[in-house]
């Protein structure tokens, strides 16, 4: 058991995710679709963490609040998958290398459990990352 | 009494399913049911219903609440935004029809502006692929048809394209595939065990991004040459036996997602995918295609390419088209903040881009013009809601093969709410008098 530990995230489409776009970003919905981190149970039982845990993901490029889930599609140990969307898009790697297309598969990560922070709704976790003022 | 309208597109995904079923009431102006669409599709047909859809455009005051304003004075905002800017960015279109693409093209003309669609963030690298050595593919309809060697490589429709393998990949019975699932051979390249590769003859359960290194061992294999023990995590017979699989048929395709174009690699997977398909065609006839996202992906490449000659990243700030990814693309010019106006229409940036580029979004003027309230309206200064594509109006589309389809229109928008074409058509109106363009 680790106080955290290191996983290769990618994200993408999951039916939940394409559901919960079209039904409204703005409803929770959308949170339980994309707000979440699939991680093999290999790798919550390294992490010493329960299923359904809130975790926050580091990377490089930032971090990110969401709840860990047993891999739906798994065995993948040491690969982790978050949904795209605002929260895999907070952390992953925005270079495109002359592409114009960011990596969005393949960023190293540090999860470690943070059972008392919020994981946000999409578009509140966008405008408070933007710093947009809300009325 | 209600009414069934039969043979409807769905504008979800760039299958583009050309045989929903929906019901809606006498009038013409609710909803009611929607049959044989996925999950995806339903939700998209009745999530136009909702009572708590935003109905007028909305421009953000300085407290950060929303006020609402009429469609004239979104036009003129949106109108004097672009005249103002000297390098604005229009991005998206993947979410609307061919018509109202044209007509933006016409306002980034005249707006000299930057203009991209999503492919920017999903098969762009693709096309840069296709340009560097061509692409030999074939139509949906020969796929249902013919191909008995079916390979899904770094993509997932079981989740992302729902009635893909049902209505043309895998399950169709075709004319020369009359046992349908039984006449063909499924292979799955992915490094998740995906609801896709669980129904798969083979899967490849690939390291994360070594996919070009599969792709050339998958070459060398066919020509039977020396391979390591292991290449990608796969054991060398395993990709022997896939080879004599794939080249074993009588007609192969290769369809691939995200898998290649996100990964380190890039466009460099896609040659590779590329080089092997034509590899493949010396011993037997073999296609590839992308599993294209958004519904009008397609149409916005093709509607990009005739007016432009270039089908994404399009820079016009210099009054004639460049192009030029990684320079002229969407993600990079917000990055490095160099835009100074954004006008969104048919996609989700806000939801969609890396959060670094989403700031640059946030700091400039910034029109959005989505039927959703999404990520990227709660970011921008004016939002203006449209009539769902597909649903509320009609419109030319492609599919993924491209394959031109007409979406209908099925049932009445609100009262007094435009399309993308009548509110693009009133934003160019005005351009043009302040450009003073005739």
Redesign the interface.
Known sequence: MANSIKVNLISGRTIQQGVAIESGKEKTSYRTACGIIEMDNADLKKLGAWKNTNVKVTSEYGSVVVKAVEATQGPHPGVAFIPMGPWANSIINPNTYSTGMPTFKGTPVTVEIAINEPVLLGIELVQKNCGVIVG | MTRTITDVICP?CGTLCDDVEVVVSDDGKKLLEVANA???GT??FL?SQ?A?RVTKPRLR?A????KEISYDEAADYTAKMLAKAKKPLMYGWSSTNCEAQSIGNEIAEVAKSCC?NTA??CH??TL?AVQDIGLPSCTLGEVKNRADRVIFWGC?P???H?RHMSRYSIFPRGFFTGKGQMSRKMVVVD?????T?KMADVHL?IQ??RDYELLDALRVALRGEWLPDSVAGIPAEKIREVADIMKSGRFGIIFFG??V????S??HNIDAAIALTKDLNEHTKYSIMPMR?HYNVTGSGEVFAWQFGFP??VDLTRGFARYN????????LL?RGEVDAMFTIGS?P??????????G??KVDSVCIDP????TS??SKLHVPVAFNGVECGGNCYRMDNVPIDCRKVVEPPVGMLTDQEFLTMVLDRLKKLKGVA
């Not at chain 2, 407290?63 to 929303?66: K, L, Q």
């Not at chain 2, 490094?191 to 609801?195: A, G, I, L």
């Not at chain 2, 174009?261 to 380190?264: E, G, I, R, W």
């Not at chain 2, 990814?325 to 990079?332: I, K, M, T, Y």
């Open positions: 979800f996925c999950v995806i939700e998209k999530h909702s708590d005051q407290d950060g609440s929303w991209d920017a963030v762009g690298t840069i997932n079981a989740h992302a729902p490094p998740r065990c995906t609801d590769a359960q994360q991004g995200m898998g174009t996100q990964s380190l890039k466009n996202g994404y990243s990814p990684g320079d002229s693309s969407s993600v990079d990055t989700d806000g939801a969609h881009f890396p959060i670094s580029a989403v700031k979004i946030a959703h309230m999404t990520p709660g970011v």
